[in-house]
């Protein structure tokens, strides 16, 4: 394999431009004929979505907007309290919408949102709102969280389509989010993002809401068009994508603010793509994980996930990495939401960043939908 | 690249065997032909050593032991509150610390431990001892974070060997634990760990502690003649896992106990060794990353590291995926510490680590201390 060292900040290269909206950074790719040659080495024809995506996934990704909207229309009802904390528990799929939230909320300095995947280990729950969000309603370490958060004396809410957590909750007379039971729970992630929203705006003030989450529907139905499976390689971002990183390994580097998108992209490309795929996110990752850069990076793909939001510092400094990284002629992408804010952005980007880990399945021949290993571990346990 | 499918849980493969000791696993691993032939392959000879290591890192690992026991032994004087809450702020290999620690205390139920690396966004911070750690004493993030905390009313104690960190808090009349300059700040983890340890063990009560410092400062000493640069691969565990991880991309994997464990030899190997590298943990990833291992896996090899206080669920787990992984004929590396205690444990796993990271960036040509793109960042922002 071929050593690519990296060669420190050329300061003769451009720099990469991240202030540009997704939008203007597209039109100002031509739809050449590059686009036509990896169109052809990149097969997602109609044909082979049919033969391969047994479950039709790809149209429960088209539904996305109209999920989104189900969630946020969502009827709430939880305790009117002063609440001091916010936790969400949750797990893989369920986990993604807390990460999510919980960044984008850091991002506009607060409240905080905790996300505790795994063992449950708070003291102190009093005056505590905790979510417990499991797709399924059958996740068991997400149950058990639930018992343990409501034995410390947490106003308890959980987010489901059913199961062992439904009943629990039932059992007790504690609020429960229904959402409808999706295909896999993966894919329900729009459902608990925006009602896992809508609990957290009835229970903590947060300005401005409901111009985000309005503008994050309208932004989600505009970004179907430009990615479904219609649209052609050239003017669609997320088989764009799918393309530049089918070969490699990607390497997917999120700021403060998309650090959860880029945790979930991960995941997308381990569930749907059964790819491996590694996430990191800024500024952590310029202590440690950069240097990895420096030595044999034949077959990795940075793929940087830019928001308008993320701090000046981190911006500052990616930009600078992705210089160093041309430098050494280390393809990089970079990748963002196309929504007018913030909240409009990450649901776009993740959105975009799903479609693109199924069409990387498609073109690499495998069925999106079944997770054989991830079933049979779960069977042995619950 | 071959594809290699997984063929879930076949009955007939032996357990993992990950009751057994390490000790007893490597007296049960005949020093063979195989050790030899991997001698002769993986060069990681004195002359190499002195050639590549310029700045002699082994000597600094070498000295490990003896770090850990100053760390232990420094003067701590904190202020004797009632202490609600226990948060640690840092960044790379001081954050290290902090997660191996905050690891260690779930594993026995309490105190948390919360790590905050990045942007500090907690509220409620009367009550709380703040531990700000920086080997350097000048990361921006932790000095930020320290300034924050303190405005938030938490008392603050800084661990570091001086700069700006030190700085602010000898300006305010603050607690700092001052510990050596060491070579590079990575190094510094054992003085962190343990001062980190005593500043917890006088605020908080934690049965035991003593008797855990005591063991694991015992079975480092043990460790270091087990894996420094003397002894040779077929008796050296540090050396054997540099070998077999040294040509494929390590996938480590903690558990609830070993999480910070595994994101530290992620971090080392990316250091020292220039090498990519990818650290999940339990039972998070049953819940996406191992269905990554459904697809083309060629190239990546499983790190599990494993530990005697794995919660029983998720070793139960752990061993059925190394099962799966080992019908399809994925090589597995399985690591625990030596120690008699967990935290002698998850020292001396930590140890045996970052040594295996220093032999893959001899065998591999590279001198493991500087780390130049690192440095260009940093410097770029401090």
């Known amino acids: ?44 024809s109609s044909a082979r979505i049919s033969r391969l995506d047994r479950s039709k996934v ?20 939880i305790p009117s309290k002063e609440y001091t ?11 993604s919408a807390g990460d999510i939230i919980s960044d984008w909320l850091k991002s506009r300095r607060g409240p905080k949102l905790e996300v505790e995947k795994g063992t449950f280990q708070h003291s102190g729950m009093r005056g505590a709102l905790v979510l417990a969000c499991s797709a399924s309603g059958n996740t068991s370490e997400t149950i058990e969280g639930a018992k343990s958060a409501l034995q410390r004396g947490a106003t308890l809410v959980s987010i489901c389509s059913g199961g062992r957590l439904e009943e629990f909750a039932r059992k007790n007379g504690l609020y429960v989010v229904k959402i409808p039971r999706g295909s896999a729970p993966r894919y329900s992630l729009p459902h608990l993002l925006y009602s896992a929203l809508k609990v957290l705006g009835k229970a903590f003030e947060i300005n401005g809401l409901e111009e985000e989450v309005d503008d994050s529907l309208r932004a989600l139905r ?10 052609p390689i050239g003017r669609n971002p997320s088989k764009r994508l799918a393309a530049s990183i089918l070969n490699s390994v990607p390497k997917i580097y999120g700021s403060t ?27 952590e990752l310029f202590h440690n994980e950069i240097e990895a850069w420096d030595g044999d990076s034949k077959g990795f793909t940075p793929v940087f996930l830019r928001h308008s939001r993320e701090p000046h510092n981190e911006g500052r400094r990616i930009d600078s990495m992705i210089r160093m ?3 050494s002629r280390v393809k990089t992408v970079e990748e963002r ?15 975009l960043l799903d479609f693109a880990s199924y069409y990387v399945a498609i073109a690499s021949g495998s069925d999106p939908y079944p997770t054989p290993l991830l079933d049979v571990l779960k069977r042995g346990a619950d």
């Open 325 to 327: 990284l041309r430098a």
């Open 58 to 77: 790809h149209l429960v990704y088209a539904s996305w907007p109209r999920l989104a909207e189900e969630g946020a229309r969502v009827a709430v009802e």
């Open 85 to 95: 904390r916010a936790v969400y528990i949750g797990m893989g799929g369920s986990a």
């Open 222 to 231: 505009e970004t179907r068009t430009e990615i479904e499976v219609s649209t």
């Open 257 to 283: 603010v998309t650090r959860g998108v880029a945790f979930r992209f991960k995941n997308a490309l381990n569930e749907n793509a059964k790819k491996h795929a590694f996430a990191d996110s800024t500024p």
């Open 1 to 44: 394999m071929t050593k690519c060292t990296l060669h420190p900040l050329p300061s003769y290269l451009p720099s990469s431009g991240s202030s540009l909206k997704r939008t203007q950074r597209l039109a100002a790719r031509p739809n050449s004929v590059t686009c036509g040659v990896m169109e052809l080495q990149f097969n997602v």
């Open 337 to 351: 939401g196309s929504g007018e804010t913030p909240l409009g952005e990450l649901s776009t980007l993740t959105y």
